[in-house]
């Protein structure tokens, strides 16, 4: 494409995106111990959105109305590869809850699995069953928790997870405990043999670097699912090495390529999305318990 | 802090809670300790105190905080005896540092509000400035324990030198002190 024509394309979306904005109703304001949190329709979407400012305040959830099983957000699509990598995980930890969709959606796409979702703020947890359909039952649970608490716990007792799921970054603030190589050693603790983590992190600025030089140290090779010019990426990555190889994941992608498209999720989407490369600066620093500037280090561009 | 029981809200209460507590003691023991022969002997072992308490928290801190997470499952109350194990003793020999910096600091009663004004002032900017500096860069450019040392050796500092001053000529303040 030429770059007026894509200049003026994204004046466009920008546009499209600013009326879309300008047409949300907010139709629930929750005052939060953390946050004020607000329900907000926008057109068929219905969005959990986080206050933190008054621009564009970032969206954890969103759920449309006309097609609810709908994966909205394309990072949320791209957790799924965890599926890919580990097609018959039993128990899952999810920590974050959002609105629960994904947690909601798991169990659907998963009848055996056992899902629990850890949330530091009551409040998201009474809008997410609320307005967004999350249900508890005897294999969704949720519990009322910080997610390192939850995890060191079921660390002394032993309890063990094929798949955690981790997407308690909001975009304007990083709880900088749950970055730390100690933290994600601790992760890998309560990891079964065959388990996995998914997270949900940052990438872009000096961040980046920090946090994957952080994950390559505790779990090794792992894949870097993402998408060109997006803040976030996936980190998928194994309990144990070596990673598996893309052939095989492609072989999963045929078994869940039907259960996907319900969602609104394409497979070979998924699959283009991940990556090998070590493309960031591998002589980067850890973050540790004893240094986790992580959200000064997101505003350092580089 | 963080690692054992997280960023939620109780723990912010518990280390702010456990540092009001511990200042106030301070500042009731400091006031009493000033009362018979206040000198910059015992002034500058306040501050030797200070920086020695800080020795367990940098050495023991872990340990510290593993044993109170076995030993107590309730995050409110684990995180109250958190901040207390770590942060109490030092800061209630900081608190006694104020009161007794006021005696030794006041010549008459005209000029003692301004005194106390003077101390509150340079103890509470310096608060600021310690909070700031600490918050936005300090974090970014050292680990924690590092910062701990550097605090561990300004408090080193200025209580050898209030000593030092109390046997070069530490008597003069004393008569002063006993005149006013």
């Given at each position: 494409m030429h770059k007026p024509v894509l200049f003026c394309v994204s004046v466009l979306l920008v546009t499209v995106s600013l009326l879309a904005y300008a047409d949300a109703k907010t139709v629930h304001t929750e005052k939060s111990l953390y946050r004020n949190i607000s329900v907000v329709k926008e057109g068929?979407?219905?969005?959990?959105?986080?206050?933190?400012?008054?621009?564009?305040?970032?969206?954890?959830?969103?759920?449309?109305?006309?097609?609810?099983?709908?994966?909205?957000f394309s990072y949320t699509k791209l957790i799924l590869t965890g599926l890919l990598y580990n097609a018959n995980p039993e128990k899952i930890l999810v920590i974050g809850l959002g609105g629960g969709t994904l947690p909601m959606a798991l169990s659907e796409m998963l009848p055996n699995a056992e899902i629990t979702s850890v949330e530091i703020d009551p409040a998201v947890i009474k809008l997410a069953k609320q307005y967004f359909e999350y249900q508890e039952?005897?294999?969704?649970?949720?519990?009322?928790?910080?997610?390192?608490?939850?995890?060191?716990?079921?660390?002394?007792?032993?309890?063990?997870?094929?798949?955690?799921?981790?997407?308690?970054?909001?975009?304007?603030?990083?709880?900088?405990?749950?970055?730390?190589?100690?933290?994600?050693?601790?992760?890998?603790?309560?990891?079964?043999?065959?388990?996995?983590?998914?997270?949900?992190?940052?990438?872009q600025s000096k961040l980046y670097a920090y946090e994957s030089a952080t994950y390559h140290s505790v779990y090794g090779d792992f894949y870097n699912v993402k998408r060109k010019n997006t803040g976030n990426r996936i980190v998928l990555a194994p309990a144990q090495q070596p990673l598996i190889k893309l052939s095989k994941l492609e072989l999963n992608a045929t078994r869940w390529e039907s259960t996907f498209e319900q969602y609104g999720v394409d497979v070979d989407w998924l699959l283009d999305h991940i990556q090998t490369k070590k493309d960031w600066d591998q002589t980067s620093d850890l973050l540790t318990d004893q240094y986790a500037p992580a959200n000064l280090l997101k505003f350092d561009k580089e | 802090m963080a690692p054992f029981f997280g960023g939620s809200i109780y723990v912010w209460g518990s280390i702010i809670t456990i540092f009001m507590l511990a200042l106030s003691i301070g500042y009731l023991l400091g006031g009493r300790w000033s009362i018979r022969s206040p000198n910059n002997l015992k002034y500058g072992s306040l501050f030797l105190g200070s920086a020695l308490l800080l020795l367990p928290m940098i050495f023991f801190g872990e340990a510290i905080m593993e044993w109170i997470f076995e030993h107590f499952s309730d995050p409110r109350y684990g995180s109250l005896l958190g901040a207390s194990g770590l942060f109490f003793l030092p800061t209630v020999v900081m608190g006694m540092i104020a009161p007794y910096s006021v005696r030794l600091l006041v010549i008459n009663a005209e000029s003692s509000g301004q005194t106390a004004g003077f101390l509150y002032f340079v103890s509470t900017i310096g608060s600021a400035l310690g909070t700031i500096m600490t918050s936005f860069y300090l974090v970014l450019w050292f680990e924690i324990n590092t910062i701990l040392w550097f605090i561990f050796a300004t408090y080193l500092c200025c209580g050898l030198s209030a000593i030092a001053r109390h046997y070069l000529a530490g008597n003069r303040l004393i008569l002063e002190g006993n005149h006013a």
């Open positions: 068929d979407l219905t969005c959990l959105v986080f206050e933190t400012r008054k621009e564009n305040p970032p969206y954890q959830t969103c759920k449309d109305e006309n097609d609810p099983k709908r994966f909205v039952s005897p294999r969704i649970k949720t519990v009322e928790r910080d997610g390192r608490l939850f995890i060191k716990r079921a660390a002394l007792k032993k309890e063990s997870f094929d798949w955690i799921i981790l997407d308690a970054f909001n975009g304007d603030y990083i709880p900088e405990h749950l970055m730390t190589q100690e933290f994600l050693q601790e992760v890998k603790s309560v990891l079964s043999e065959t388990g996995i983590i998914t997270a949900n992190t940052f990438s | -």
